[in-house]
């Protein structure tokens, strides 16, 4: 009887631990995924702000709303960090 519960109790124990491993790989690979999308939107704001370097577009009505949103968007981005 004992041996039979140490049995099982391993088995469980390994088939956990191999659950537990794959769900960490999975979630690094989301946290590399997250990671560099946020680098590419810091990059989309600076490379936008250096087309602007007038302000032109971002004190313009119109455009300038939509430069605020992409703004607001990419520092949402950054909290998640």
């Known amino acids: ?5 140490i049995t ?3 088995l469980l124990t390994i ?3 191999y659950v ?3 769900i960490l ?3 690094e690979k989301y946290e590399d995924f997250i990671e560099k999308e946020l680098r ?3 990059a989309l704001l600076e490379a936008l702000r250096e087309i602007d ?3 032109m577009f971002e004190k313009d009505d119109d455009v300038g709303s939509i430069f605020y949103q992409i703004k607001e968007t990419i520092e949402k981005f950054k909290q998640f960090n």
């Not at 009887?1 to 519960?5: D, G, I, K, R």
């Open 1 to 5: 009887m004992l041996y039979t519960l």
């Open 8 to 10: 099982i109790l391993s």
């Open 15 to 17: 088939a956990l631990s």
């Open 20 to 22: 537990v491993y794959n």
């Open 25 to 27: 790989q999975k979630l």
């Open 40 to 42: 590419k939107n810091e």
């Open 53 to 55: 370097n007038r302000q």
